[in-house]
């Protein structure tokens, strides 16, 4: 949170103390507001009891120096667009159009981390949805939250909402704070607050350098100076912190043995409404009861006056609209003190599929004693102990390094000094595969590490052959045999043994500079790649009283931690000495006492925890699903309800969940039909809403039902739905109000809306008009229109996120629906996108196949509710920008209403300062969730970097996919937020930026041509896909809603995904040998090398498959051999190859079994099936298929060979 404030800067907070002892709330904007105290015990965000309103001042933020503001890349252009102005205004008249890697002057602020808005977004209120000066109406009777009613009350216009007590819900109730999601600087929940920006021209705006690069270099950062912000609440005076770590003021737990299973089952219902692990660190410190600080302050991951990599890019949301809202109603409310409950008696039955995927056996252990629960999401996982914390025996061992790395022990919030950077940034391994073998080394310390690491200048030999110079101008076949590979960390064989697997988490520099100037030398970006939920075939899941973390920074123990001996160890992130709980001495494997370096925490890059109920802020969610079914006459037309219905039949029984598993269906045209199926009823019946203008629930416990008592009637509605709706003419779509409806049913629970639409919205809010201009689909100039009409849906994302509700779209449209402004309601709810254009059930027979695999795949996949994700790193190193589906709710703590195993996330990041004391650089994930059984889950995972201080060592460790991708994800915000033409324009720059660096600094050969590392090789050719990508292309005819789904679809996909969906995989299949083949369960897997893609590797006698991520073309050439036809196509020859053909036969021919053999292989290793296309060499489809074959030259784009001359002359200008 520190981001936001600057002590230095002349238009950052004022740092006189507050009344309150200086907890002044997190970034607030426009007129002086005041905030009553909501806790009786503490204040809200932490502040003491005091009574005192906390007041601010208007605060500005100040821009990055070096670049042109940028809006965040999913909002329309006038969304932020005042708060670009307004900081404008206040910037020094010197800022004029830096160049793009000149230092920042010594008196710029700090870069800003997200997109850097003024300041905070208002408080959150009930207003209703529209466009007027803030003038609130309850939009609707809101239902009431989870554990009391809510009451709100309007303010006057230009005067920001306050926050107001709930009404208890009964005598003696807690009271807690109506809270929502913010969602804009400037506007209010629903509309737009008349606040004090200006919309006049900016003043001494820089002028935004056409192709600017991506990532702008700056010189390293000076002295962090931000302001520590306080945390968000805390427990009740005297209360300890939730989970005790170091064992001490938990006597209780100590003497209770830990159990380690690989199960997911405990005994606990483990999982809240919302909660983030206890203390998750950074920038949220939770403030004692009494008023003075925690004894560690931490400041956040978030001053960025290093390398801010791209205009800021932040695809969830804004950190400023982000930061300002507390937990959700729901979510805020927490049992006093909740004991832990006992398991279920059917806990074995619940927890089957959980228990496969976890690969062993079920056990369960209860946790000894509960401390109350805290009552936010930051105290949760985040934020440091209270005063209360017993000190340390340990002291003597501390005072060195808290001197050092500047932790201050006793001050006051507000920090005058430099503030400490004990969370300097989350880290980011998420999910590491558990099958490792064990980590023996008995209590390596920091130098041994460093030794085993082989001193990083010596260069091994996959080093040698990474730094070969290769002169692309000469050197034609770059791609390697198979698929390319992660390259693999320079550590000692021990590290790498117990690593984070590169599919879950990755860096793209695999060694990391040790300065800012040389991360800068190498003109690389430094981000990570996250895979967080992904499907896993192992997983050690630990059941255990005591969670053990770093008291200061809150990491959890992990693989590469140091013991200094059996009761002390370092963490790996801010090297604080903590002491080893009593039960984790104990190792529940071996069953033996003394040994905590071979636990299971210390042998595993991935782990998942059973959380206690600490790690909770209301009772498990249940497992809740609404399907919102668009029945318009284009829906009918389309013929998508009759297969939904289907697969949802056939698939109901698999839904994720438990016996509380509840369903509720809502369909729309121009009007909103409920159904009620309560049990005991003959058949379902349909309420029918007219008043789309003030939409209400016409029944509030029978339209949501629990799924194992309705089953039946659940089955015959699904039966006649596609009948009830055959015969409609009703052509509008009132789409807005069916989701305003959809969130009211959904709110007091939480859970999952799944939207199907077919068409453009027309009626009520939310209504769209068609934007596209069809004449403008291959205009080379720029494309209009891809960010939102409308901010409605990212309101309403916002909502659904705060009670803690994703929204997934199923878009089947065969016209125009502006998938822009519809993304909204899943970019911002940690929803996914799924689209099917020109979708028809008879006319479209592959992408109906599509559907139906993907909604099989959608309904059954693993879910995790009300989740929040942090990512932390080792001090030093600082997260400044993600790109993804969220709601960022501080600097690094992501929410997520619901996760999934087939979404990814993005990082950037900098180095803030020198990691010259550390040759290790580690970074930590934690994904707090709900898993649909009901348990409250931590998954962790962390990955270990050598740091280096070679350009070279920087070089050799790049992974050039890594780094594709992050580039990709930070093009697509600059598209939305700038131009089209600007980011393809940073995007060659990205290549001639690394050719000039390596040329002047690494190479020293004075050849001509463009000479590049090997790990490098094929980085033009990478960039090249990527501008000849349907998100990023010019001058070919492309649907807007189709570039904007290829845009989500960066933000989104995992990494192998998104390689073949940029560079697709070619491979020949009609002379396939077994020589490389993978023998796997008696089947034998060819593997054919990778070819170019380029129209001269294809031959017109033979069969080339290509593989395209999300569909496989198999191109037929007319001489190809008639063997292979009729044994893999089993058609005689080649003139019997039907047009459309769509599916592979099953013969019994070795051919078809190796061809089959190997299709299979590929399709195993992804989670959505692939459709196939058999194309004939004269067929029309070719042209599909020909367009991705990149290095050649088209119509409008230049061929691989152009490409590197054209870099040559920009290079040499």
């Known amino acids: 949170m520190s981001g936001f404030t600057n002590l230095n800067s002349s238009v950052g907070y004022s740092q006189n103390s507050t009344p309150n002892g200086g907890a002044a709330p997190p970034y607030q904007n426009g007129p002086v507001q005041t905030y009553p105290a909501m ?162 021209a900016p003043v001494g705006m820089p002028t935004q350098m056409v192709g600017a690069p991506l990532h702008q270099y700056s010189a390293a950062p000076p002295p962090s100076t931000t302001a520590v912000q306080p945390g968000y609440g805390v427990g009740p005076p005297g209360q300890t912190a939730p989970t005790v770590v170091n064992g001490q003021g938990s006597a209780a737990q100590n003497a209770v043995h830990q159990h380690y299973t690989q199960s997911h089952q405990a005994s606990l219902s483990y999982d809240s409404y919302s909660g983030v692990p206890p203390g998750s660190g950074g920038a949220d410190t939770d403030q004692p009861p009494s008023g003075t600080p925690s004894t560690s302050v931490h400041s ?25 809202s507390g937990p959700a109603a729901a979510a805020a409310a927490a049992a006093a003190a909740a004991a832990p409950s006992s398991s279920s008696s059917d806990d074995d039955d619940e927890e089957e599929d959980e228990d496969e995927e976890a690969g062993g056996d079920t056990s369960s252990s209860t946790t000894g004693s509960a401390s109350p629960v805290p009552n936010s999401y930051d105290s949760l996982e985040g934020g440091s102990y209270p005063d209360s914390m017993p000190p340390s025996n340990d002291m003597t061992n501390q005072a060195a390094p808290y001197g050092s790395y500047g932790y201050p022990s006793m001050q006051s919030a507000y920090q005058q000094g430099p503030a400490s950077h004990t969370d300097a940034s989350p880290s980011h391994d998420l999910y590491g595969q558990s099958g490792y073998q064990q980590y023996s080394q008995p209590f390596p310390n920091l130098s041994q590490l460093s030794a085993a690491l082989g001193g990083l200048s010596g260069v091994p030999e996959l080093e040698v052959e990474a730094l070969r110079p290769v002169n692309l101008l000469q050197e034609r076949n770059l791609l390697p045999p198979r698929p390319l590979e992660a390259p693999e960390p320079n550590v000692s064989s021990d590290l790498k043994k117990v690593n984070c697997s590169p599919q879950t988490f990755r860096c793209t520099l695999t060694s990391i500079p040790q300065t800012q100037a040389l991360l800068n030398k190498a003109r690389l970006p430094l981000g990570l790649l996250l895979h967080p939920f992904r499907d896993l075939q192992q997983l050690p899941v630990i059941t255990s009283n005591t969670i053990v973390r770093c008291r200061s920074c809150r990491t959890y123990i992990n693989p590469f931690v140091t013991f200094l001996d059996q009761r002390r160890w370092k963490c790996n992130l801010c090297y604080r000495v903590n002491d080893v709980p009593d039960e984790f001495m104990y190792n529940p494997v071996t069953r033996s006492y003394g040994e905590p370096h071979k636990r299971p925490e210390v042998q595993n890059a991935t782990v998942e925890f059973i959380a206690s109920s600490d790690y909770m802020l209301r009772p498990p969610q249940p497992a809740v699903y609404l399907f919102v079914l668009d029945v318009s006459h284009n829906a009918v037309e389309a013929g998508y309800l009759k297969y939904f219905c289907e697969s949802l039949l056939e698939n109901l029984t698999k839904l994720p969940g438990d016996v509380r598993t509840r369903v509720g269906f809502l369909t729309f045209d121009s009007t909103i039909h409920f159904y009620n199926l309560q049990e005991g009823l003959s058949q379902p019946q349909m309420l029918v809403v007219s008043d789309i203008d003030d939409v ?16 039946e009637l659940v089955k015959d509605l699904l039966t006649s739905l596609p009948e009830m709706f055959s015969q409609t003419r009703e052509t509008h779509s009132a789409l807005g109000p069916a989701l305003q409806a959809a969130y009211k049913l959904m709110s007091p629970t939480g859970g999952r809306i799944t939207v199907f639409q077919t068409q453009l919205p027309t009626l009520g809010v939310g209504a769209l008009q068609a934007r596209e201009d069809p004449n403008q689909r291959s205009s080379a100039k720029g494309v209009q229109h891809l960010g939102p009409a409308t901010d409605f849906y990212k309101k309403l994302a916002l909502d659904c996120s705060g009670q803690q509700i994703g929204v997934d779209l199923f878009l089947l449209s065969s016209q125009y629906a502006d998938l822009a402004s519809l993304a909204c309601m899943s970019k911002y709810s940690a929803g996914s996108v799924f689209y099917y254009p020109s979708f028809h059930y008879i006319h479209n027979p592959a992408q109906l196949e599509k559907f139906q695999k993907d909604l099989e795949r959608y309904l059954t996949r693993k879910i995790g509710f009300e989740a929040v994700m942090r990512i932390r790193c080792t001090k030093g ?76 060592d920087v ?6 996919q890594a780094i594709t991708c992050l580039l990709a994800n930070m093009a697509i915000d600059r598209s939305v937020s700038s131009s089209l033409s600007d980011a393809r324009d940073a995007l060659v720059n990205a290549v001639v930026d690394l050719v000039s660096a390596y ?6 050969l004075q050849q001509s041509g463009l000479v590049v590392p090997a790990s490098m090789r094929l980085f033009p050719l990478y960039i090249l896909a990527l501008l000849k990508q349907k998100a990023l292309r010019t001058g070919t005819s492309t649907r807007l809603d189709e570039r904007v789904f290829a845009m989500c679809e960066f933000k989104t996909q995992p990494l192998q995904q998104l390689m073949r969906l940029v560079h697709p995989d070619l491979y020949r299949l009609d002379n396939m040998s077994d020589q490389g083949a993978l023998h796997l369960n008696d089947t034998v897997v060819p593997q054919p090398h990778l070819l170019h893609l380029s129209a001269e590797r294809l031959s017109r006698d033979g069969a080339f498959l290509m593989d395209c991520s999300n569909v496989f073309y198999l191109w037929i050439g007319k001489c190809c051999n008639e063997m292979f036809i009729r044994d893999v196509l089993g058609c005689p020859n080649y003139a019997s190859i039907p047009p459309n053909m769509s599916h592979i036969p099953e013969l019994e021919t070795p051919l078809s079994e190796r061809v089959r053999a190997f299709l299979d292989w590929l399709q195993d290793n992804r989670a959505f099936s692939c459709t196939i296309h058999v194309v004939k060499d004269d067929a029309s489809a070719k042209a599909t298929l020909f367009q991705h074959l990149v290095e050649d030259q088209s119509e409008v784009a230049s061929s691989y060979r152009d490409f590197l001359q054209h870099i040559q002359q920009q290079i040499s200008k």
């Open 39 to 200: 806790y009786p015990p503490a204040g809200y965000y932490g502040a003491p009891p005091q009574q005192q309103g906390y007041s601010t001042i208007p605060g500005h933020a100040a821009p990055a120096p070096n670049k042109a503001p940028v809006t965040n890349n999913a909002h329309s252009a006038n969304y932020y667009h005042n708060n670009h102005q307004q900081q404008q205004n206040h910037l020094p008249q010197h800022h004029v159009a830096p160049s793009p890697y000149s230092a920042p002057l010594s008196s710029a602020p700090p870069s800003q981390p997200y997109a850097a808005l003024p300041s905070a977004a208002p408080p959150p209120t009930n207003a209703h949805y529209n466009q007027q000066p803030f003038q609130p109406h309850p939009p609707y009777a809101t239902p009431g939250s989870y554990y009391g009613q809510q009451s709100y009350h309007p303010s006057s216009a230009r005067q920001h909402p306050s926050l107001v007590p709930v009404t208890a819900s009964g005598p003696g109730a807690p009271l807690y704070p109506i809270v929502s999601y913010p969602s804009a600087p400037g506007s209010s929940q629903y509309g737009t607050l008349s606040s004090s920006q200006s919309t006049s």
């Open 300 to 324: 956040s991951p978030g001053h960025h006056q290093g390398v801010q990599y791209g205009y800021v890019a932040n695809s969830g949301a804004s950190s400023a609209s982000a930061t300002t």
């Open 696 to 711: 209400f629930i016409p029944s509030h416990d029978s339209l949501m039902v629990n799924l194992k008592e309705s089953k």
């Open 877 to 952: 190193l600082s997260i400044h920008t993600f790109h993804g589906n969220f709601f960022v709710r501080s600097t690094d703590l992501l929410s997520l209403a619901n996760v999934n195993p087939d979404s990814a996330f993005a990082v950037q990041m900098s180095v803030e300062d020198s990691l010259a004391d550390s040759s290790l650089a580690c970074f930590q994930a934690a994904l707090l969730y709900t898993s649909s059984r009901g348990k409250r889950r931590i998954r962790v995972h962390t990955l270990c970097l050598p740091v280096v201080n070679q350009l070279s």
């Open 955 to 960: 070089y050799a460790g790049a992974d050039v």
């Open 999 to 1004: 040329k002047s600094n690494v190479s020293n």
